[in-house]
């Protein structure tokens, strides 16, 4: 006989790229992919693009825990896989963390917080949060990108900021607002682990008073497409930057469907970290009943 689990949970977004949060902090709650599929669906669930479970790390399994932050954030699609990092969802989670009052976070201050990329590090912007998504990796691999919509595969350049992207320029506002990204897109070769896939034009002119802009459409593996991707607008941004040169920004702003959203690139003795800011939004609050 099947048990019945009722458990509370917040409604939160991220320019649009929205998330069931459930509080865990004695790290009790196991929720199968069923589970966590039901829980995002939109038609008889919450509805969400993935799931943001709370848990202090020092109640993670030996091996999982990040001992330098005391929040871990067990991020998990749509779908119910487990993604390693959520540049959108981690900053709704220090929203949340801040709002319910479990840490105190001046404007001065730093928070720390465990993901399966390692510890990010998160302040308050003029807008929200920023978080440190810390290296990046341009890759070398040719990879090729058939989407509906496009006439022929174009190629995309592979960036790694913790989690897989391949990043697709296009000419015009018009081949992206022609996309249809109900279908998933095709990467050859297809990485092990999948990627998500950005779609981006740059802005004419790319740079205005030292800030580059870009416009993006994404489509997230476990999702599909989803009106923001935090860490595919870091992506992305990194991208257009290695395709302008030397000379390009270390500012951008990048404007998805859900909204517009902030990356810079600075300088520290392991190499360049890219920092993403934005807003993070709470919803409504409430309980939910699982089979």
């Not at 592979?158 to 897109?185: C, F, K, M, R, Y």
Request: glycine residues 12%.
């Amino acid at each position: 006989m099947s048990t019945a689990l009722t458990v509370p949970f917040t409604k939160g977004h991220g320019t649009g790229n929205d998330f069931v949060i459930v509080p865990d902090v004695d790290g009790s709650l196991s929720l199968s992919d069923e589970q966590v599929a039901a829980l995002c669906d939109r038609r008889f669930g919450i509805g969400g693009d993935g799931i943001l479970r709370v848990v202090r790390s020092r109640e993670l399994p030996e091996g999982a825990a990040t001992p330098d932050a005391e929040w871990f954030m067990d991020y998990r699609n749509a779908d119910g896989s487990a993604a390693e990092m959520c540049g959108n969802g981690i900053r709704v989670f220090a929203r949340y963390l801040v709002d319910s009052g479990l840490v105190d976070l001046p404007d001065d201050a730093t928070l720390l917080v465990g993901t399966r990329a390692g510890t990010k590090s998160l302040t308050r912007s003029e807008d929200g949060f920023e978080v440190d998504l810390g290296l990046w990796r341009a890759e070398t691999d040719e990879v090729t990108v058939r989407a509906r919509g496009l006439d022929i595969p174009r190629p995309g350049q592979g960036i790694d900021v913790g989690n897989p992207h391949v990043v697709v320029a296009l000419s015009s506002a018009d081949e992206l607002d022609g996309l249809d990204l109900t279908v998933q897109p095709r990467l050859t070769p297809e990485p092990p682990a999948g990627a998500n896939i950005e779609f981006v034009v740059p802005a004419d002119p790319l740079v205005d008073d030292g800030v580059g802009a870009v416009t993006m459409r994404v489509f997230e593996r476990g999702v599909g497409e989803t009106l923001s991707c935090g860490t595919g607008v870091a992506a992305t941004a990194l991208a257009v930057r290695l395709w302008a040169g030397e000379r390009s920004p270390e500012r951008w702003r990048v404007d998805v469907p859900g909204g517009r959203l902030g990356v810079r690139i600075t300088h520290h003795e392991d190499g360049e970290h890219v920092l993403l800011s934005g807003p993070a939004v709470l919803v409504y609050s409430g309980q939910v009943t699982l089979a």
